[in-house]
């Protein structure tokens, strides 16, 4: 790891908070993914039924 003197605490915790906001943005991406299949799901079945 690279000496970053006296703006080590700042660079590390601006590294820690773009990690964490990519890591929030994949977990909403997966779990709306998850939701938007379900509901997919749910309207093909549907439809399924209505056209018999």
Do not use: F, H
């Not at 605490?9 to 779990?31: E, F, K, N, R």
């Not at 299949?37 to 749910?42: A, E, F, G, H, M």
Request: glycine fraction near 12%; charge should be positive.
């Amino acid at each position: 790891m690279p000496d970053l003197g006296k703006y080590a605490a700042a660079v590390l915790t601006a590294y820690g908070a773009s990690i964490g906001l990519i890591l929030a943005l994949v977990g909403l991406s997966l779990w709306r993914g998850k939701r938007v299949q379900r509901v997919l799901r749910d309207l093909e079945e549907r439809q399924a039924r209505r056209n018999g």
